[in-house]
């Protein structure tokens, strides 16, 4: 249904990976979710489906020491959001729920690392974010690599991930297992990947979205909580 989003040539290159999927004995995918789509829009039989979800170093993936003050002001809550501009993923949600508790929580920083991969995607948040007047309060950042992201999501006091269409999504895992906590989409699959580890939200709702920040850095009860069933939860995902 999205397939104007795409150039000519990268439609055609879809459109023959989906052919070369209908011909294949066996299908390998990464969750339950992914199967059933594959089931239910291309009509391929369930039997020629293999799920095998995708596995995750908790040794490298795990709590590194916070810098304090590194990312906006000493003592203020940091908020992380990682991915692209791609409007599936609804930083626009998380900047406007950001602006929502800026009153509430003085200092409080998003801090979005990930490259655009939309045209004219970052120019767009950059306007919204002006529009809102909380200019000071955002930093993009663009491609992080592995090496540094234990250390960036141990930053933040908040991960924030409300994609509303994927595959899978390991960063809300990967945060989970560096002790941040996480706000993620209630969208299959990403209730698979994170189970009670995390707090789901509607990822179209900016007012659901600053609703569970402020849950998260107001309940410190609730903060310990979700650290022990992420803990429980990513022991699935050992390789």
């Known amino acids: 249904e999205r397939q104007n989003d795409f150039p000519f040539f990268t439609r055609l290159f879809i459109k023959a990976n989906i052919a070369g999927i209908r011909r294949a004995r066996r299908i390998i995918t990464i969750s ?3 199967a059933g789509q594959i ?17 995750m170093d908790t040794a490298f993936f795990s709590r590194k020491m916070r810098q304090p003050g590194k990312w ?17 993923q609804n930083i626009d949600k998380v900047i406007v729920a950001v602006s929502k508790l800026k009153e509430e929580f003085p200092g ?8 655009p991969q939309w045209k004219g995607g ?20 663009d491609f992080v690599p592995d090496e540094k992201l234990p250390s ?30 996480v706000v993620t989409s209630k969208v299959p699959p990403l209730p698979e990947v994170v189970g009670d580890g995390a707090l789901k939200v509607d990822p179209e709702s900016a007012g659901q979205i ?9 309940d410190p ?16 995902f050992s390789w």
């Open 221 to 236: 009860a609730l903060r310990i909580s979700l650290a022990k069933k992420a803990a429980a939860h990513l022991k699935k």
């Open 122 to 141: 970052r120019g767009q948040l950059l306007g919204l974010v002006k529009k809102l007047g909380i200019e000071g309060r955002v930093l993009f950042l």
């Open 108 to 115: 409080i920083f998003l801090l979005k690392a990930g490259n």
């Open 72 to 88: 906006g002001a000493k003592g203020s809550p940091v908020v992380l959001s990682l991915g692209s501009e791609d409007p599936r």
């Open 210 to 218: 600053a609703a569970a920040i402020r849950k998260v850095l107001k």
């Open 32 to 34: 339950d979710y992914s």
């Open 39 to 55: 089931h239910a829009l291309l009509g391929i039989e369930s039997s020629r489906i293999a799920i095998i979800k995708p596995g």
């Open 152 to 181: 960036l999501y141990s930053s933040a006091d908040v991960f924030v991930y409300p994609c509303s269409s994927t595959g899978w999504g390991l960063p809300p895992a990967e945060a989970m297992a560096c002790g941040t906590p």
